[in-house]
């Protein structure tokens, strides 16, 4: 095996993962991960790829990172960069992959996301040296766990939990095969622990370490605990607030990451939307939007997860004040709801996983319904569905960047579409 290449190398751009980016001879690019466009910098270089060294000439938009964890922990690759220009890139990203697409249009200033907000947190748990309880992150492009104590994306409430974190986690280890992930989220009455990445084929979690799980849970004060969504521990059901409605979870739910752009994102489409008579919420989750959108009108919500739906129409069944929601659990990439049955509705938002939803933008195309707002964590596949919106007669109004995944490559989008 040969040594890596010590190169004096040139940042002039930086990737889609935000890795910096140097043209070497021959006209190879080199990922640099922590630098930043201007910067000159020694890297190890092999292949493709730089380890930095040394910032031999800073760029003047570095900033001190937050995090004593910064560099190792593979969870943020943005946080030595100013905001300015940090939130500047993600605009231009989406500009960009809009672009791609054949798309102009008003890119709005990206939303911000403050430091100390997210409200869900994937934490990794493994054994250490002594058997100690290791819990943490990955490093960057590798297995291997990083532990933290200190994570400044985070909720300061799941930041303080780590310790008793780490105790809630040690149970779950027990078989040498298993590899836990807690998925913890941050709710009104506390924190929510869904666990996974437990070996199951010796029976799973023995009876000794149900009962040991279930201790730590409580010296934790965790709300609930559950394991692949059975319940080990219940101290009093967890509950997120939608607008008006407060709805009870069902383990490993999902939930927008940060509540504060939860928030934003819901009034973008509120506005957007206002004076609807009868809106529908495709992709809804727990109804995140539905139970806003219901404050003025009747929705229509779909979603393929059945637990998120009777999460839903239970929220539904105890709010006041809001118009009916009808909700269904449909898969949408199999059967899109289709125009014939949007019929009647005059206002649709969509807000599809990572990979998109073309078939459902489509038959929304097909619809004579006026105005779509389109929700994405995923700009890609985003534009590409745009794309089938603007192809059967909306114009994309105007996009709105959304910083939900602070310090990290990724971007939420807002579109308003209008015919
Ligand atoms: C990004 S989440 C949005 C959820 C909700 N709008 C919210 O903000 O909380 C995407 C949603 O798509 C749902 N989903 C994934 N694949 C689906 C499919 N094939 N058909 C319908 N819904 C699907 C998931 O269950 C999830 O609730």
């Not at 040969?2 to 910096?20: F, H, K, S």
């Not at 819901?266 to 529908?280: M, S």
Request: proline share 7%; aromatic share 6%.
């Amino acid at each position: 095996m040969t040594a890596p290449d010590l190169e004096d190398l040139e940042i002039t751009d930086l990737g889609a993962q935000g890795d910096g980016l140097a043209i070497m001879q021959g006209g190879v690019r080199i990922h640099v991960p922590l630098t930043l466009p201007g910067e000159r910098v020694l890297a190890q270089v092999e292949g493709d790829r730089g380890q930095l060294v040394e910032v031999l000439r800073p760029s003047p938009d570095r900033q001190t990172p937050a995090s004593p964890h910064y560099g190792e922990c593979g969870g943020c690759s943005l946080q030595h960069w100013a905001s300015g220009p940090y939130l500047q890139w993600k605009t231009d990203r989406v500009r960009h992959l809009l672009a791609r697409e054949g798309i102009e249009t008003e890119v709005r200033p990206a939303i911000p996301c403050r430091p100390g907000s997210r409200r869900r947190l994937g934490l990794h748990a493994r054994r250490g040296q002594n058997g100690r309880v290791l819990l943490g992150f990955k490093a960057r492009r590798s297995w291997r766990l990083v532990e933290v104590e200190r994570c400044p994306v985070a909720l300061r409430q799941i930041e303080a939990a780590f310790p008793a974190l780490r105790e809630v986690a040690a149970p779950f280890l027990e078989h040498p095969k298993s590899a836990p992930t807690l998925h913890v989220t941050w709710t009104e009455t506390g924190l929510d622990v869904e666990v996974t990445g437990v070996e199951r084929k010796s029976g799973g979690l023995s009876r000794d370490g149900r009962v040991r799980a279930a201790a730590a849970a409580a010296a934790a004060d965790l709300a609930r605990l559950t394991l692949g969504g059975e319940a080990l521990y219940q101290a009093r059901e967890p509950v997120v607030r939608f607008g008006q409605a407060l709805v009870a979870p069902p383990p490993g739910a999902f939930l927008q990451a940060v509540e504060a752009a939860e928030t934003a994102m819901a009034e973008l489409a509120v506005q957007a939307l206002k004076g609807c008579g009868r809106t529908a919420d495709l992709f809804c989750g727990m109804g995140a939007f539905a139970f806003r959108l219901a404050e003025t009108g009747q929705v229509l919500a779909a979603d393929s997860w059945a637990p998120g739906i009777a999460a839903l129409e239970r929220g539904a069944a105890h709010a006041s004040g809001l118009k009916p929601i009808r909700a269904m659990t449909r898969d949408l990439f199999r059967e899109p709801l289709s125009a014939f049955e949007l019929k009647g509705v005059d206002g649709a938002l969509f807000d599809p996983p990572r990979a998109g939803g073309l078939a459902q933008a489509m038959e929304l195309g097909k619809s004579d319904i006026p105005t779509v707002v389109g929700i994405s964590c995923n700009p890609s596949t985003f534009a590409r569905d745009a794309r089938a919106l603007i192809e059967a007669g909306f114009r994309l109004d105007e996009v709105t960047p959304v910083d939900q995944f602070l310090w990290s490559a990724h971007v939420e989008v807002v579109g308003v579409f209008r015919r």
